[in-house]
C-alpha cells in the first residue's frame, strides 16, 4: 500500500458519494482543501500519506468499517 493508493481510495468515495474532493473534505468537517492534489506531495516530490483522523473522519462520513475502506484501497 502506497499514499497513492490511499489518495485514489479517497478519490473514489468522493465520487461515489457524489463529491468533489473539496466536497467530500468540507463534509468532513475539514477545510475544503485538505484533500488536493498539491497537497498530496511535499514540494519535493515525498508523498504524503493522510493521518489517520483524516481516514477516520472519511470513513466515518461515508459509512464504511475499517474492512470496507480497506477493500476500496486494494480495489476489491
Not at 500500500?1 to 473534505?25: N, Y
Amino acid at each position: 500500500m502506497t499514499p497513492k493508493d490511499v489518495w485514489s481510495a479517497v478519490d473514489r468515495i468522493a465520487e461515489k458519494m457524489g463529491l468533489s474532493c473539496s466536497g467530500l473534505a468540507k463534509a468532513c468537517g475539514m477545510s475544503p482543501t485538505a484533500f488536493n492534489k498539491s497537497k498530496r506531495v511535499s514540494k519535493y516530490g515525498k508523498p504524503h500519506w493522510p493521518s489517520g483522523n483524516t481516514l477516520y473522519k472519511i470513513a466515518s462520513f461515508a459509512k464504511l468499517s475499517p474492512e470496507e475502506f480497506g477493500r476500496i484501497v486494494y480495489h476489491a
